[in-house]
């Protein structure tokens, strides 16, 4: 199906028919892990989107912590916004360039810093590319617009919350890393990590939420794939991972389901950090 929410998800067809609208950001928000051996900012500065600025995710982040791309202030996402020339009143299209892995997560931030007129790009930069659109390697024209931000804490758990919610088992926790990692087989990408997952959480890789070019899949089959995996429809959802950046896909879909949820930003980051945090192996 081909999604055009401007709150969560739209079409490649949809930004091509609303790539001149005046009050239309784009952000190219690619970012890889190590292993991926691919340079996002090298990537946006050869090709990307007509008019797209680039949002790094580390860098419009919280400087002050030792986890990886925390959130920022809400005075730091607002100052790093401006600077890119996006502010109130803006719709804005966030794409990442291995189809939907890390724009998700800037969606997210938006939602947090209490933005709602954010989407992801469906299937992102290899879509568009596939489809044969336009690209450009100019940098856009800046221009300043002011920006208010009023942060959603609904939306975001620390370390001490999802303790509480895997204690008490009033939220189901879905955790977005590999089988793999989420059972305890594979290392940790992030040395000093214990390897496994939260007690009492289960395992929804990211990539099965995904249709075969990279777009999400219809709510019905999100549904089921979340119901295969044991998760509780009739619970809220605290959304983790690796360090809060695939989780955030997870949100998006619930998003799209209608249901609840809350992202742990530490992850497993975090979790499998502190020796005193108990953990789990096996599959779920």
Not at 111 to 122: C, I, N, T, W, Y
Not at 147 to 161: A, C, G, S
């Given at each position: 199906m081909a999604y055009n929410d401007p709150k969560t998800l739209v079409s490649t067809q949809w930004l091509a028919a609303h790539l001149k609208?005046?009050?239309?950001?784009?952000?190219?928000?690619?970012y890889y892990l190590p292993d991926m051996g691919r340079d996002a900012k090298a990537?946006?500065?050869?090709?990307?989107?007509?008019?797209?600025?680039?949002?790094?995710?580390?860098?419009?982040s919280d400087a002050r912590s030792d986890l990886p791309h925390m959130a920022p202030t809400t005075e730091k996402f607002m100052s790093r916004l401006r600077a890119m020339g996006v502010g109130d009143g803006h719709q804005v299209v966030v794409y990442d360039g291995a189809g939907l892995f890390s724009a998700a997560r800037v969606w997210w931030l938006f939602?947090?810093?209490?933005?709602?007129?954010?989407?992801?790009?469906?299937g992102g930069l290899p879509k568009w590319l596939a489809e044969g659109r336009e690209t450009e390697d100019m940098p856009p024209v800046i221009r300043d617009r002011h920006?208010?931000?009023?942060?959603?804490?609904?939306?975001?758990?620390?370390?001490?919350?999802v303790a509480a919610a895997a204690k008490l088992g009033d939220w189901a926790i879905?955790?977005?890393?590999?089988?793999?990692?989420?059972?305890?087989?594979?290392?940790?990408?992030?040395?000093?990590?214990?390897?496994?997952?939260?007690?009492?959480?289960?395992?929804?890789?990211?990539?099965t939420l995904l249709n075969a070019d990279g777009t999400m899949k219809a709510p019905p089959d999100l549904a089921e794939t979340f119901a295969a995996a044991g998760v509780d429809p009739s619970k809220p959802?605290?959304?983790?991972?690796?360090?809060?950046?695939?989780?955030?896909?997870?949100?998006?879909?619930?998003e799209i389901m209608?249901?609840?949820h809350a992202l742990y930003d530490g992850s497993w980051s975090e979790?499998?950090?502190?020796?005193?945090?108990?953990?789990?192996?096996?599959?779920?």
């Open positions: 609208d005046p009050d239309l950001r784009i952000l190219d928000a690619s990537e946006y500065a050869e090709a990307h989107i007509p008019g797209a600025r680039y949002f790094d995710i580390d860098d419009v939602r947090l810093m209490g933005k709602e007129d954010v989407a992801v790009l469906d920006m208010t931000v009023t942060r959603r804490n609904d939306l975001v758990k620390d370390v001490t919350q879905v955790d977005a890393r590999s089988p793999g990692r989420f059972a305890g087989e594979e290392d940790e990408p992030r040395e000093g990590l214990r390897a496994g997952h939260i007690p009492g959480s289960q395992n929804v890789h990211y990539s959802v605290i959304t983790t991972c690796g360090s809060g950046v695939t989780a955030a896909i997870l949100s998006l879909a619930l209608g249901r609840r979790w499998g950090l502190y020796p005193d945090l108990k953990i789990a192996t096996g599959k779920a």
